[in-house]
């Protein structure tokens, strides 16, 4: 049982009136059998829930009621988004934010529900960032949080990975995204909306000059367009490699996820030794090179030549210097 959809039920009981079950379900993305439990636990938990039989019937909350939701700061409020999330809530500078509207949300729950609440919470850890790397230091990450929220300009000294490497940029910012414990910041600039990596930032200088932020502009959808350009750009080039066994069960912990779809989808029958042969796509020689040696001896490039030769060529080096050794 989900704490925080029971919570949602109540919410939305309370700001829109009389719902059906199927209502609530489609809301919540539930079955309709959920949501008739989840009523029954609310009205088990002393929330005053009732059902109006008959056509354009529903259930709703007794006149009067509300939850105690009350004196929350603009904040708090906004640290409610971010409540599950203590890593990303402590980089935006919303700790005690989050802590002051978790305790007030709590209180305002009916004890079984706040029972169940605090059971969910001790069950659920979110680690963002990914093994082997440090956290990424993002000192100026609250200002462009507080930038997104005011729809101020904000004047950024950037560090870009091709020349000239450091830029000047007077940015719109719409919105922040935290993708595998890295944050990006999504802003216009003079001619179009690009991706900035935070910790890229070097300075950044808040404006008093306000922008109204695009009411069409989705920061979702502009994600899922931005990622599909990017794996478009990223890959330039194939190679055909042949997989041991070993080497392609170790494929998932090594290598991108396009990278074990394209061998997944490609693979020829094994082999007597069950080698595999399958078509992959590739950035450069040198990033394939360094990529495909994660799997030593398990994996043999067939083509292209260039990535073939690259490949001889590093591992007899590796072999100069133990031979020496």
């Known amino acids: 049982m989900s704490a925080s959809r029971l919570l949602s039920v109540l919410l939305l009981l309370q700001s829109r009136g009389r719902m059906s079950a199927r209502g609530l379900a489609d809301e919540l993305g539930v079955s309709v059998r959920t949501a008739y439990r989840d009523v029954a636990r609310l009205q088990a938990a002393g929330v005053p829930v009732y059902a109006e039989p008959g056509r354009g019937g529903g259930y709703q909350l007794v006149d009067g009621y509300r939850t105690r939701l009350t004196g929350m700061s603009e904040g708090e409020a906004r640290a409610?988004?971010?409540?599950?999330?203590p890593g990303p809530a402590a980089d935006?500078?919303?700790t005690a934010e989050v802590t002051a509207a978790r305790l007030k949300l709590l209180a305002a729950l009916p004890a079984e529900l706040r029972e169940e609440a605090a059971r969910t919470a001790a069950v659920f850890h979110l680690d963002a960032p990914g093994w082997y790397r440090e956290p990424e230091q993002t000192p100026y990450l609250p200002v462009f949080v507080d930038a997104v929220l005011t729809q101020r300009e904000v004047e950024v000294h950037y560090r870009r990975w091709r020349a000239p490497q450091e830029v000047r940029r007077r940015l719109r910012p719409y919105g922040l995204v935290l993708k595998s414990g890295v944050w990006y910041l999504v802003a216009a600039g003079k001619n179009r909306i690009a991706t900035y990596r935070v910790t890229q930032v070097l300075d950044a200088v808040p404006s008093?000059?306000?922008f109204s932020r695009p009411r069409d502009f989705d920061l979702g959808a502009y994600w899922t367009s931005y990622l599909d350009e990017f794996r478009t750009r990223r890959y330039t080039g194939?190679?055909?490699?042949r997989l041991s066994p070993r080497g392609r069960?170790?494929?998932p912990d090594n290598l991108s996820p396009e990278v074990?779809?394209?061998?997944?989808s490609t693979a020829t029958a094994a082999d007597d030794d069950g080698w595999v042969e399958a078509v992959i796509p590739t950035?450069?020689?040198e990033h394939a090179c360094g990529e495909l040696l994660r799997l030593g001896i398990d994996v043999e490039v067939v083509a292209p030549p260039g990535l073939r030769r690259a490949m001889a060529e590093t591992v007899g080096v590796l072999a100069r210097a133990y031979g020496s050794a």
Do not use: K
């Not at 409610?80 to 999330?85: E, M, N, T």
């Not at 194939?238 to 490699?241: D, H, L, M, R």
């Open 80 to 85: 409610l988004f971010f409540a599950g999330l």
């Open 92 to 94: 935006l500078g919303l």
């Open 208 to 210: 008093d000059e306000r």
């Open 238 to 241: 194939t190679a055909t490699i």
């Open 249 to 251: 069960g170790r494929l």
């Open 260 to 264: 074990v779809r394209a061998v997944d």
């Open 283 to 285: 950035e450069s020689t």
